[in-house]
């Protein structure tokens, strides 16, 4: 893959990643398509990474489904599909690996529920980023946590990169593509909608003038609960590029939100402009 990808640069052509676990939707197609658009040769990884499950969590579960992943990505401009094997990305060792910490920005939200998670997406992401050395990679918004932490660990080790963020893909009812909405049963996909609807509803509020952060954080909770979702991990109104308390002075704010609904593990947010 390197020896390919360096091939290419040589060339003087420039080249894009795409890193994804597989079982391809909607929403990563638009990470491809989006990035196709600025590269001249563009990857796609796809690689279900042990390292960011925690125990219990859904890694051998997790739907692995290259042949259908391979026939989604063709005419899309791909290039080259790197889809290795847990051996090969981790050869000859046990864990524990080198880890990578970024602990102003994983140790709250989705960070506190998953211990770890993190750690484990930024050894991947650097190691592909080794590995492909691109020029560019694409990163989807639906994971906000996740896009921070990657900008930051890019910015913090200098890595020569280009992160090009991708709005949320959703379907009809606001409901965020996820690999793990496969999960949902009936009933469960008609209440799924309803994480975003309440982000919407705390952005809202913000957007008026409000700034009773804790409140508003509370009541959204509850509409969630109301609704019939298992668990509520958090709802909560950050700095955009900090993931910080607000201080009620930022021009922009992003309403994040966690839920489990069954076996799924829904997570979705809100970039809020205020009028400052």
Known sequence: M????????????????????????????ELVDRLAE???????????????FGPGEDYDAYPRTLEADLAALQGRG???????????????????WTGVDVPALTQTLCGAARPGHFAG?????????NIVEPDAAAFGRKDYQQLQVVRRVVSDL???V??????????????ALSSRNGYLDDGQRRRAPALYA??????????SGRQDWAHLEAQAARRLEAAGFDEVEYVAVRRCEDLAEPRGDEPRLVC??????????LIDNVEVRLNR
């Not at 590269?39 to 796809?46: A, E, G, K, N, Q």
């Not at 994040?256 to 593990?265: H, I, N, T, Y």
């Open 38 to 52: 600025r590269v001249d040769r563009l990857v796609v990884s796809i690689f279900v990474n042990p390292l960011q």
């Open 121 to 129: 997406v930024a050894v991947v992401v650097i190691k592909l980023l």
């Open 2 to 29: 390197r020896e390919l990808s360096r091939a290419w640069r040589g060339r003087g052509e420039r080249v894009g990643l795409v890193p994804t676990m597989g079982n391809l939707h909607r929403g990563h197609l």
């Open 78 to 96: 791909v290039d080259a599909v790197f889809a290795p094997t847990a051996r090969e990305m981790y050869p000859g060792v046990e864990p524990p």
């Open 256 to 265: 994040l939100g966690a839920a489990r609904l069954g076996a799924a593990r």
């Open 158 to 160: 200098d890595l020569p």
């Open 198 to 207: 309440t982000l919407c509803e705390v952005g809202s509020a913000l957007e």
């Open 162 to 175: 280009e992160i090009v963020e991708v709005p949320i893909v959703r379907e009809d009812d606001g409901l």
